[in-house]
Nanobody
């Protein structure tokens, strides 16, 4: 099973930027679509962005469209999430996972959920 380790979170002021990374184990990383999700306290895990296995296609939740950008480096088994113009409502633990491209449902993603990385945006 694919193991995932997220990093790059932190505390940032509203309007600032962060770049998250997700390192995946396994030799078949380039065969899978990848997704980013987030979970705020007391809320369910929600979809943020996804990228196809080749990196040629991406899609985003409406709440982050135009501010967040997902990319991947298959040679490094890593997927990234560039987050710009951050808002306090972006505060959450961010997770990545492997799954079917086109799905925004966390239960359809099949890697082992990592610990996530905390993003806190102050107003």
């Amino acid at each position: 099973q694919v193991q995932l380790v997220e990093s790059g979170g932190g505390l940032v002021q509203a309007g600032g930027s962060l770049r998250l990374s997700c390192a995946a184990s396994g030799r078949t990383f380039s065969s899978y679509a990848m997704g980013w999700f987030r979970q705020a306290p007391g809320k369910e895990r929600e979809f943020v962005a996804a990228i196809s296995s080749s990196g040629g296609s991406t899609y985003y939740a409406d709440s982050v469209k135009g501010r967040f950008f997902i990319s991947r480096a298959n040679a490094k088994n890593t997927v990234y999430l560039q987050m710009n113009s951050l808002k306090p409502e972006d505060t959450a633990v961010y997770y990545c996972n492997v799954g079917p491209y086109g799905s925004s449902l966390p239960e359809t993603y099949f890697g082992s959920w990592g610990q996530g990385t905390q993003v806190t945006v102050s107003s």
